[in-house]
């Protein structure tokens, strides 16, 4: 099933923005800060394959070559080599500033909130979300505030996804720089949407702040991804891009 799903999205111009069964891959990139997160793990995991293979072949070498039914004695080989000691202290060095390199650029890249032209605040409660969005206000001075709770299994409808859907889903407009400012109301939860590349701790009486600029329509699921009671698994969050007009009528909707 997984494999058939998997094929499949190299058929179908099917974005994958929610997990399916058995996955093991990333889901599609929707923002620059996943793409930056996939390429460093890529990037890593192409030292980690060499790495491997030479620790495995350098093994297989020595238990071949110096197995004791070929070489009698095994302890007249200690010796000290001073070079091969200097050259495998100093390449693994070499081998971790490489890496730490590109993953303080990506760390420093996703930490900047830059003039953001909208903000959503995010409050994680025991167990539902609950989101603002304070830059609105309606004709009575009220911002829009809502809570997002979970459907429950017995009233999904067709095609929704179990444990995923949402009754109020965040909306946002796409190619915009929107900024989330998370926070918790009663313990520490965490705002996490794989796609788009975030994952923020909601902690009580702080507010975390992260900026995103979604570069594509799609609807976009995540959970919450800290242990925060018996209903942690069932406080799930889908974020819904739309085009600038869509958003502006859902706007409208709601004030
Ligand atoms: C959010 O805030 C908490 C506490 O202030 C901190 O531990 C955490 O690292 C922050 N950032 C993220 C990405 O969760």
Not at 215 to 240: L, W
Request: charged share 15%; net charge negative; aromatic share 12%.
């Amino acid at each position: 099933m997984a494999i058939f799903t998997s094929l499949l999205s190299f058929v179908l111009p099917v974005h994958c923005d929610a997990p399916y069964p058995w996955q093991i891959g990333f889901q599609d990139r929707a923002t620059p800060t996943f793409e930056g997160i996939v390429e460093l793990h890529d990037t890593i995991f192409f030292y980690l394959v060499v790495i491997s293979f030479l620790v495995f072949w350098m093994l297989s070498v020595i238990m071949v070559k110096f197995s004791t039914s070929k070489v009698g004695i095994v302890h007249k080989y200690h010796n000290h080599g001073t070079l091969i000691e200097l050259v495998w202290t100093i390449t693994p060095a070499l081998i971790l500033i490489a890496i730490a390199i590109p993953s303080f650029k990506l760390l420093y890249l996703m930490d900047e909130v830059n003039s953001p032209t909208m903000t959503v605040k995010v409050a994680g409660h025991q167990w539902y979300w609950s989101y603002e969005y304070s830059d609105f206000v309606s004709a009575d001075g009220e911002s829009i505030e809502f809570d997002s709770y979970m459907v429950p299994e017995s009233d999904l409808e067709l095609g929704q996804l179990p444990l995923l859907e949402v009754d109020n889903r965040v909306v946002v407009p796409v190619d915009t720089h929107i900024r989330f400012i998370v926070t918790g109301q009663d313990v520490i939860h965490d705002w996490a949407v794989p796609a788009l590349g975030i994952k923020m701790d909601a902690v009580p009486g702080r507010l975390n702040q992260t900026s995103v600029i979604i570069q594509r329509e799609g609807t976009y699921y995540g959970q919450c991804s800290e242990i925060c009671g018996v209903y942690h698994p069932f406080m799930p969050i889908v974020v819904e891009a739309v085009s600038l007009e869509k958003y502006l009528s859902w706007l409208d909707s709601q004030v």
